[in-house]
């Protein structure tokens, strides 16, 4: 299969997956809005996969608010290295290029917070 047929298909079940973290009705609709919107934006769309369980309203998975764009960098690479880790993070994060990583911290990083 094409590379990029790939990661579409990890992408997208990346999101739809991710959304279940919330289990809120209104969440999925802002999800659902945010894809739309963000099919412009490489980043946002990337992005787009952690709002699922990283967002002010779900309590039991911390919100990405407070962090900078340098330690978002830095805990994606780290979960991303640890070859032996098996959470949900180390998955997701060997998932991604480096450049993906960056672009996922550095849009983060400037957002106040996940929605």
């Known amino acids: 299969m094409p590379k990029i047929f790939n990661r579409f298909v990890c992408t997208s079940f990346s999101v739809f997956a991710l959304a279940a973290c919330d289990g809120s009705g209104p969440n999925y ?11 412009r934006s490489p980043e946002a769309m990337l992005v787009l ?16 608010a407070p962090y900078t764009e340098d330690m978002l960098r830095k ?8 070859s032996d880790g098996t959470t949900v993070m180390h998955r997701l994060a060997r998932g991604y290029s480096d450049e993906e990583i960056d672009l996922i911290a550095e849009h983060l990083g400037q957002q106040e917070e996940v929605q």
Do not use: F, P, V, W
């Not at 609709?29 to 099919?39: D, F, M, R």
């Not at 952690?50 to 039991?60: D, K, P, W």
């Open 75 to 82: 805990t994606l690479i780290r979960y991303k290295s640890e």
């Open 29 to 39: 609709i802002a999800a659902s809005e945010t894809a739309t919107a963000s099919a």
């Open 49 to 64: 996969s952690c709002s699922g369980c990283h967002s002010a309203r779900n309590g039991a998975i911390a919100s990405l």
